[in-house]
């Protein structure tokens, strides 16, 4: 009889187990922003980075929501000219009043999107208007990829440091901090997991 218990505590742990690691795994919202072009942005120290993205943009995707640090990933379509392939990993910054995450942007180089600066300019322009979206990110190493679901872990990751040149200066793969036009990346897809 007492088989029978055990037997019954460990069915019922199994099947608990697999319902909690099912509604965690289902229940995590990914929303999926694509775009025609994009920019990554060195933001001023490692990690921190300004993400633009830039036609294509549904004007119905909502600004000023990121309440916390999301885990994204960055894929660059395959035909794209400039890192064809390749993904990164972003943790999100947290929106604020003076910086809303993410911002429908208007920036300098106006249409031609030309990455002059990393700034938001306050216009009476309807900020809409160049169908670009400024995320601030901060750039994780591959390794982290075991923090998001299975299926986005085995990516063509490219990272910040993979070493260091002959004058001891880190080297870096990320799509960001090349001279115009290789500044400019894309078609890109940016998932967030929520």
């Not at 099947?15 to 990554?40: H, M, P, V, W």
């Not at 980075?49 to 549904?58: A, E, R, S, T």
């Not at 885990?71 to 910054?93: C, N, R």
């Amino acid at each position: 009889m007492k088989f029978i218990k055990n037997l019954c505590v460990l069915a019922f742990t199994v099947f608990l187990f697999i319902g909690l690691t099912y509604k965690i795994a289902s229940s995590q919202e990914i929303i999926t922003i694509k775009s025609n072009e994009a920019r990554l942005y060195f933001g001023g120290l490692f990690p921190s980075y300004i993400f633009y993205m830039q036609g294509g943009i549904p004007e119905s995707t909502e600004t000023a929501w990121v309440d916390k640090e999301y885990w994204a990933v960055l894929e660059i379509d395959k035909s794209s000219k400039v890192h064809p392939g390749e993904s990164t990993i972003f943790k999100l910054k947290r929106t604020s009043k003076a910086s809303p995450q993410p911002e429908w942007c208007v920036t300098e180089g106006g249409s031609e999107f030309a990455g002059k600066g990393p700034a938001c300019l306050k216009t009476p322009a309807d900020p809409k208007s160049m169908n670009q979206l400024r995320f601030k990110v901060k750039t994780q190493y591959s390794e982290t990829a075991t923090n998001l679901p299975a299926e986005f872990q085995n990516k063509n990751w490219v990272q910040y440091e993979v070493g260091y040149d002959d004058d001891g200066v880190s080297l870096n793969q990320l799509p960001g901090r090349l001279p115009p036009p290789d500044h400019t990346f894309g078609p890109v897809t940016l998932y967030i997991f929520k």
